[in-house]
């Protein structure tokens, strides 16, 4: 699973994030649910699927193995709302159940002996609560939003929608059914068996006959077309809305490519009999669906790809490594999860890596440990651990280090050996360890105890100092983490380790030459000399070749930082030295280097990063920069110049923004060339933000940057501008939500009135604001106050839905 959405709009806008999941308890083994029977196999038929009422027709056959000698009673999940006609065994006789909230259990006609099989099946009238198991579609007045139903199982949701074994730990293969409208397409897992039309409807069977969990199970009903691609005889199909035929193409292509590199990479042929991506409305990212992806129907066009689209860079190849990582061999429980996750987020650099080169590869985890350092000041959490808030970027950057440490040829060979001994079943953290204990001979004890059953990471203060009559360079190095982590309220503490212990080496630069000394870390505190250096060093460099997932403390002067910028080749290293370089406003050796970087780095993000930099410092050394930086090949970096000219401000930043407003090719430079002018010249900004609202760009980049100019001005006088805006771009309700957040009671308002609005959309846009984009007890108050006023019944239920949630969680921090 991979999300975005509301989380990136609103961390711009400082809004609330989402609540965190609770962890609980500590062995991750705990976690695995017990049960008395192997789930074998289910035939899944649905039909008779109605949008109005979100209900359909159920029948399911289910096959298991008794785990216990007289099995007399099988107990399954079940959705509450799924009201069944009739459970009957192979025989045709009629079984006794009994229902209890998600529960269904059968008694077999008589007792089911050890290893031996049962069939039954289930007949039910299906009906769900909106975006339980089964997301029901309907076209609101928005273009662009056809009809349509899709399921979503993970974590624990499928069950809503039939009855089966709702845990990853227990695998089972499966077929489904569809009888769906006939200008409709079902597409679900493996195999496509039929396709037949009779009359109004057409009914579509698909079978997976490769075993996978439960939660992998997945449909899709929607008028989709269909092309056709193929790696090695192996159907690669993307279907998506007729609409967006001529786009799916370009984006998706990159996919064959990718399974021949997962391939050989792993040594595990890719192992479904197809690959399917399927596009759908409303959807929070992509969810890896065994053989049978399901992706947001937000399809870059030719010209955003001079942005880099996530969609490519990141959803597609995280959600195609999960075909291994996690349908494959699958987390045996969800405090696991990192090994769906982590994997899934690991691969897409290796692959980019390989197609593009080394520094692709380490932009692609400059921006993992990005994301992770944030993640962990708001809670240190170890990878494995129910509900851990870091398994995506934490599992990437210890994957990617093991890599490092190991060396491809070992790291790999151990992936394989964990791929291959867990075919098609569940594994835990520790079988990962055993599986490299076995393929390389290396015991990775203390790695996993550090890195994946401990918190944190390592933050490293280092003190240089050179002895010119002795030409010796020492180094003070000191672990400074802290373990300063607080029991929950179930009495659960993670601990941080005070040691972390990696090999790292130091490279000092010196007038004859590079010197390197190999140190392993080992102590809170521990000293490194460089004994008979050849003259003064030049540059120093610690955890050359950046091994070690840390934060580092490490005072230079401005000429070893410079030095390291030009000369270093890692990009989490130059990220350093600019961070470093940027704090030194006043040093005009400083902006020197940064101007060098952000004109000249041999890679695009450096240069981005340098330019992004200079906006701190002086018009007089940064504006001759950025100006050439204006005219980089990349558009991120003509972004990055843009935003800082924007801090720096004056006429010549105006006239720059202005023209790359009018000229530039890419979305993102014109956006960023809105948010400089909003910033640069305040009193003009009216007419930049009336022309942006207007603009149409991929994802609505353009109109966005337009709506934060109002959010951060708090315009009161947009608010009737908003209002209409609403109806056709959900950061409107948003924006409308921040302001609110502030104190701007008429935001509030309008907001309000927008529950109960005659768009399907604009309401779920504003219920949806409410709930993410403003503080849980403002948010709940006024959907209090409005939930008395509401005409429509739909909005009543949504709002009542909402404000139940909404203090589950506020009674439940
Ligand atoms: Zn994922």
Do not use: C
């Not at 216990?68 to 009957?88: H, K, M, Q, W, Y």
């Amino acid at each position: 699973m991979r999300t975005f959405g509301v989380a990136l709009f609103l961390s711009v806008l400082g809004a609330p994030l989402l609540a965190q999941s609770n962890a609980a308890l500590m062995a991750n083994d705990h976690y695995t649910r017990s049960h008395d029977y192997d789930l074998v196999h289910q035939r899944i038929v649905v039909s008779g699927f109605d949008w109005d009422s979100l209900s359909f027709e159920g029948d399911v056959t289910t096959t298991l193995v008794a785990l216990r000698p007289g099995l007399d009673s099988i107990v399954l999940d079940e959705g509450a709302l799924l009201a069944n006609t009739a459970v009957t065994d192979r025989r045709g006789t009629v079984l006794r159940t009994a229902r209890s909230g998600d529960t269904l259990v059968v008694f077999p006609a008589s007792p089911v002996g050890f290893g031996d099989t049962l069939t039954f099946r289930v007949t039910y009238h299906g009906r769900v609560k909106d975006g339980d198991g089964l997301t029901y579609i309907t076209p609101d007045g928005l273009p662009h939003r056809p009809r349509q139903i899709w399921s979503q199982g993970e974590d624990h949701n499928n069950h809503d929608w039939f009855p089966t074994f709702d845990f990853p730990s227990d695998k089972e293969t499966w077929e489904m059914v569809a009888t769906v409208p006939r200008e409709d397409m079902a597409v679900s897992n493996g195999r496509l068996v039929s396709n037949v039309e009779h009359g109004a409807t057409r009914t579509v069977t698909w079978n997976e006959d490769k075993p996978s969990a439960t939660y992998l199970v997945s449909l899709v009903v929607a008028p989709l077309a269909k092309i056709h691609d193929s790696w090695q005889g192996v159907p690669v199909d993307y279907y998506v809305y007729h609409d967006d035929s001529a786009k799916a193409w370009r984006n998706f292509h990159v996919t064959p490519d990718m399974i021949g590199t997962y391939s050989e990479l792993t040594g595990v042929r890719y192992p479904w009999d197809k690959y399917a991506q399927t596009t759908v409305a409303d959807f929070f990212g992509g969810m890896e669906n065994v053989s049978a992806t399901t992706l947001v129907d937000w399809l870059p066009d030719a010209r955003a790809y001079q942005d880099r689209p996530w969609y490519q860079w990141i959803l597609i190849p995280h959600e195609l490594a999960h075909q291994w990582f996690g349908d494959y061999v699958t987390t045996e429980n969800w405090a696991n999860m990192w090994l769906n996750e982590g994997f899934a987020e690991f691969m897409p650099g290796q692959y980019w890596g390989r197609k593009l080169g080394a520094h692709a590869e380490q932009d692609y985890y400059v921006d993992e440990y990005r994301q992770y350092v944030q993640i962990d000041r708001r809670r240190p959490m170890p990878l494995a651990s129910l509900g851990s808030n870091n398994i995506y970027p934490k599992g990437a950057l210890v994957l990617e280090m093991l890599e490092r440490y190991l060396g491809p040829v070992r790291f790999w060979a151990g992936v394989h050996e964990y791929l291959t001994r867990h075919a098609f079943g569940v594994a835990t953290s520790d079988d990962l360890r055993q599986a490299f204990l076995a393929a390389t001979g290396v015991n990775l004890d203390r790695f996993w105890s550090e890195w994946v059953y401990q918190a944190g990471y390592p933050k490293f203060d280092v003190a240089a100092t050179y002895d010119s009559a002795s030409h010796a360079l020492t180094l003070q190095v000191k672990q400074t983490q802290l373990d300063s982590l607080q029991a929950d309220s179930t009495g659960l503490k993670f601990t941080v380790p005070a040691v972390f212990h990696m090999p790292v080496v130091v490279r000092v630069g010196t007038a004859a030459g590079d010197v390197t000394q190999r140190v392993d870390l080992d102590a809170r505190e521990q000293t490194v000399t460089f004994r008979g250096l050849a003259g003064p060093p030049t540059m120093v460099i610690f955890d050359d070749g950046n091994l070690v997932l840390k934060g580092l403390t490490f005072p230079q002067p401005t000429a070893w930082l410079a030095t390291e910028l030009q000369r270093d080749p890692d990009l989490w290293d130059r990220t350093w030295a600019i961070n470093q370089l940027g704090d030194r406003k006043d040093d005009s050796a400083a902006a020197a280097a940064l101007a060098e970087a952000a004109t000249g780095a041999d890679y695009f993000q450096t240069r981005v990063e340098a330019a992004d930099a200079l906006g701190a410092f002086p018009a007089a050394v940064a504006l001759p920069a950025l100006e050439t930086a204006l005219r980089d090949t990349s558009a991120a970096v003509r972004s990055a110049a843009l935003e800082s000219l924007g801090e720096i401000g004056g006429d010549r930043a105006v006239a720059l923004a202005k023209d790359a407003f009018a000229h530039d090719s890419s979305y993102e430079v014109r956006a960023a060339a809105v948010t400089a002018l909003g910033r640069a010249d305040a009193e003009h900004a009216d007419e930049i933000v009336t022309e942006a609202l207007r603009d149409s760009s991929y994802r609505d980049v353009i109109q966005t940057a337009a709506l934060r100019l109002i959010a951060v001005s708090n315009d009161t006088a947009r608010l009737g501008l908003l209002d209409s805006l609403e109806r056709t771009t959900q950061n409107a309700a948003f924006v409308l939500a921040a302001m609110g957040s502030r104190g701007n009671a008429h935001a509030l308002d309008i907001l309000a009135a927008h529950l109960d609005d005659a768009s399907a959309a604009a309401r779920r846009w504003a219920l949806q604001a409410f709930r993410f984009g403003m503080p849980q007890p403002m948010a709940l108050a006024r959907l209090r106050e409005a939930a008395d006023h509401l005409t429509r019944s739909d909005a009543r239920t949504a709002v009542n839905d909402a404000i139940k949630q909404l203090s589950a969680q506020h009674g439940a921090r």
